[in-house]
């Protein structure tokens, strides 16, 4: 393992706005878990290291099979009892991270407790992955509107009473109303709405950014006035998709074949409006690792209505499907998004991150 110490308690912090009065944000320094045991209401993945071999993309996320029989793509080669940890062409040097952040009306606290909990989450990722320090991150939100209900105020009121900097008569981009695309410019009534302008020139950020944790903050509060039908799943599987990889559409350059790939669904509904279902949704994110599914880490924050003791209130919706597709990955940990900080999971989420990185035999060529 290329496990350095753990730095916790890091002098990073956000602006005094992120965190609420529900004791959001704090330190990161929680006790490191197993990634293969259930922490408090935290469930790892089934963890049996069974895949197809290759899935088939389906453009609307549907596909026949998904995971079961197949070989085991977990399990290292026989060295003949020989341990070498870096000395041939094992292990990961790049990371791919994705959020999908649902920006509906009832998400302004998940997403203050995400963006709180992200300055201890990349740090231990830049202390604990010594030898993988280039890595993008993107983030998507769950629908493909921009600027809530404005396009529709603007021509009654001649400007948006609920996001007075909307800029009416002004077309946003394509890529602002694309379901998938990665977010560069807010614009909904409790986020930034200003230009993210990453280093990148695109539409996810890099190692290279100076004020990484600001850069994520401008993207990730997503805002809580999107469509009330959620599409997480459509979000993710286009965000990965070869239309939106191709040389000058939205996600050019995201996605490398030679990172390992990090998402992390946060959302607090189910997904009943993306097409396909969870076998169809596994198919197309495997794809993107050419059908490795042991090179992706799955990451739910969502409803605990299964947990022995849940987090979120009684009547809170049961995501079966999202639950159901994350627990596919032999490399997924669910987490309750009501959770009043996410500190923990994502500790534990390190080292799982950690494990698969040092795991992964990067494509040849």
Request: hydrophobic share 40%.
């Amino acid at each position: 393992m290329r496990r350095a110490a753990i730095i916790v308690g890091v002098g990073l912090g956000l602006a005094s706005g992120c965190a609420d009065d529900e004791g959001r944000g704090g330190s990161f320094g929680v006790p490191m878990a197993s990634a293969s045991a259930s922490v408090g209401s935290f469930t790892s993945g089934p963890g049996d290291g069974t895949a197809t071999s290759s899935a088939a993309t389906v453009a609307d996320g549907t596909a026949e099979g998904g995971p079961g029989g197949g070989i085991k793509l977990d399990v290292a080669p026989d060295t003949g009892g020989m341990v070498d940890d870096g000395g041939n062409a094992e292990g990961c040097e790049k990371v791919d991270f994705l959020f999908v952040i649902d920006n509906s009306g009832s998400m302004g606290d998940n997403q203050d407790s995400l963006i709180a909990s992200f300055p201890g989450f990349i740090q231990s990722i830049q202390n604990t992955l010594t030898e993988a320090q280039d890595y993008h991150i993107m983030v998507v939100d769950t629908d493909a509107q921009w600027g809530g209900a404005c396009p529709v105020l603007c021509p009654a009121f001649g400007f948006c009473p609920e996001i007075p900097t909307y800029p009416c008569g002004v077309t946003p981009e394509a890529c602002d109303t694309t379901l998938g695309a990665g977010v560069v410019h807010t614009m909904a009534s409790d986020a930034p709405n200003v230009p993210c302008n990453f280093t990148t020139g695109g539409r996810y950020m890099d190692s290279t950014e100076p004020d990484l944790i600001s850069a994520f903050q401008c993207s990730a509060k997503v805002g809580s006035d999107g469509d009330g039908s959620e599409r997480p799943m459509g979000a993710m599987v286009g965000a990965l998709s070869e239309d939106l990889a191709q040389p000058g559409a939205c996600n050019e350059g995201f996605v490398r074949e030679d990172a390992i790939l990090v998402v992390t669904i946060i959302t607090d509904e189910e997904d009943d409006d993306s097409n396909g279902l969870p076998a169809g949704w596994f198919a197309n994110v495997t794809a993107s690792k050419l059908g490795d599914a042991t090179a992706i880490v799955m990451l739910g924050l969502i409803n605990d209505t299964d947990a022995a003791a849940p987090v979120c209130p009684a009547e809170s919706q049961d995501p079966a499907k999202i639950r159901e597709f994350v627990d596919m990955f032999p490399n997924s940990i669910r987490g309750s998004v009501c959770a009043a900080s996410y500190n923990q999971f994502f500790q534990q989420a390190v080292d799982l991150i950690d494990t698969t990185c040092d795991e992964f035999i990067p494509p040849a060529g």
